[in-house]
């Protein structure tokens, strides 16, 4: 069993930043293609940005290009989703999701294990 347990989340205005990070533990995140995700009131979950197994792939949401970036620091067994210029359009829960299948997808259905999430609010 893998455990992930983001943090990071909170609210900021427009055009501020935030760094999301998703420490994972009972297994290594270096094994695993790993996601984030976000889900707003009332909309579907929807993928941000995916890194895989050896960090080489990267897949991300054209909502977040150039805006958001991730990377992965395996001595500490933790990813993390740096946001930056903030939109309101960004405001949701923000969920780590790690798969252990090759490359990187954007179904949530691929990812075997999630975190609880944190909540991101940009205001305008």
């Known amino acids: 069993q893998m455990q992930l347990i983001e943090s990071g989340g909170g609210s900021v205005q427009a055009g501020g930043s935030l760094r999301l990070s998703c420490a994972a533990s009972?297994?290594?995140?270096?094994?695993?293609?790993m996601g984030w995700f976000r889900q707003a009131p009332g909309k579907e979950r929807e993928f941000v940005f995916g890194i895989g197994r050896s960090g080489g792939i990267r897949r991300y949401a054209d909502s977040v290009k150039g805006r958001f970036t991730m990377s992965r620091d395996n001595t500490e067994n933790t990813v993390y989703l740096q946001m930056n210029s903030l939109k309101p359009e960004d405001t949701a829960v923000y969920f780590c999701a790690a798969d252990s299948g090759m490359g990187v997808t954007n179904l949530p259905q691929n990812y075997e294990y999630w975190g609880q999430g944190t909540q991101v609010t940009v205001s305008s």
């Open positions: 009972g297994r290594t995140v270096s094994s695993y293609a």
